[in-house]
């Protein structure tokens, strides 16, 4: 097996999940704890990538980055920047279809907190980034993990919009779902399994680890004694 597309997944996923946790946690603690007109239209603007087929949310990044689009053509004559079929192009494809995921599960996260212990903090003179960092990031932070686990699962195995903004080009975006399908196609179905079987395996892993890790969170939890 080439473990070049596996490599490269990996790469994609985890520069995704960089940006993901980051803006994902931000946007979900400015919707949770503002009240501005359009909350609901941006909140269904941040989640639309979850329902969207892929191949939509990839058609849109297209005309947007493509060098006739209003970003691709600005970054083109400004910077000599060019993105679509790209490795650039294809992290920005992971980053747009998993930031829901960790957007929902940081909503839920934040929604758990206790107001009373940030307003303890805060008269005992905390600021509010000292506040958001000290007492809501840790009181929130298996639901933070348990966003950026789905999130990196879902950049891992994303493939409609990656194939439509960065292509499968061998070695710079053919990720392993991009080789799957590329591999089917011309009737090698075994190196294909292979390639399955290893994100399906690595996919399961990553959820078990994060249920485990979640189970033994739970105040009063005690590993299990053998006979």
Request: hydrophobic fraction near 55%.
């Amino acid at each position: 097996m080439d473990p070049s597309p596996v490599l490269l997944s990996l790469r994609v996923a985890l520069s995704a999940l960089a940006f993901v946790a980051v803006a994902g946690t931000l946007a979900a603690r400015w919707v949770t704890r503002r009240d501005f007109p359009g909350r609901d239209l941006v909140d269904g603007l941040l989640i639309l990538p979850l329902v969207l087929p892929p191949v939509v949310t990839g058609y849109v990044l297209l005309v947007l980055l493509a060098r006739t689009g209003p970003v691709g053509r600005v970054l083109d004559r400004a910077f000599g920047i060019r993105l679509v079929f790209t490795l650039e192009a294809a992290i920005i494809a992971a980053a747009v279809v998993s930031f829901p995921l960790m957007y929902q599960s940081a909503k839920a996260a934040f929604a758990g907190v206790d107001r009373r212990l940030e307003d303890a903090a805060r008269t005992l003179g905390a600021g509010e980034g000292r506040v958001f960092l000290r007492v809501t990031v840790p009181l929130a932070w298996p639901g933070l993990v348990a966003g950026m686990v789905l999130a990196f699962a879902r950049a891992l195995g994303e493939f409609g919009a990656t194939a439509m903004v960065a292509g499968n080009i061998p070695g710079v975006t053919a990720t392993v779902p991009l080789a799957i399908y590329a591999l089917a196609d011309a009737g090698e179905l075994r190196q294909a399994g292979v390639y399955a079987l290893t994100i399906s395996l690595f996919s399961l892993a990553l959820v078990v680890g994060l249920n485990t890790w979640t189970r033994r969170r739970r105040p009063g939890w005690r590993p299990a004694r053998r006979a």
